[in-house]
Nanobody
Framework: QVQLVESGGGSVQAGGSLRLSCEAS????????VGWFRQTPGKEREGVAT???????YYADSVKGRFTISQDKPKNSLYLQMDSLEPEDTGVYYC??????????????????????WGQGTQVTVSS
């Protein structure tokens, strides 16, 4: 049974930083895809950052230069360093692993991409 458990969420003022962690059990962060997504109030879930095929990273335009995704394969863990946080970053952040279906021409961030495993989410609140 695959379990992804996120941690590190919390409340922070604009301009601050948070580091999210995702620990996996029953699944090995090897050469597959892993990533972070978020659900912000009033919006559909969106891709934030992913690592695919071991090293290739993708970032949403809204977080480029501010967020950094990384993984520790021996620890089977995924991280999201979030700096210069903005109120618009408020939402529930989810860890995901293993792409079931990637449409031709799309990236792992695409809402049309199907992911196999999801964590329960961790709340991030950024106040102005």
């Amino acid at each position: 049974q695959v379990q992804l458990v996120e941690s590190g969420g919390g409340s922070v003022q604009a301009g601050g930083s948070l580091r999210l962690s995702c620990e996996a059990s029953g699944y090995t962060f090897n050469s597959g895809a892993v990533g972070w997504f978020r659900q912000t109030p009033g919006k559909e879930r969106e891709g934030v950052a992913t690592i695919a095929y071991g090293t290739r990273t993708y970032y949403a335009d809204s977080v480029k230069g501010r967020f950094t995704i990384s993984q520790d394969k021996p620890k089977n863990s995924l991280y999201l360093q979030m700096d210069s946080l903005e109120p618009e970053d408020t939402g529930v952040y989810y860890c995901a692993a293993h792409i079931d279906y990637l449409p031709v021409g799309d990236t792992p961030l695409s809402p049309r991409t199907s992911w196999g495993y999801w964590g329960q989410g961790t709340q991030v609140t950024v106040s102005s």
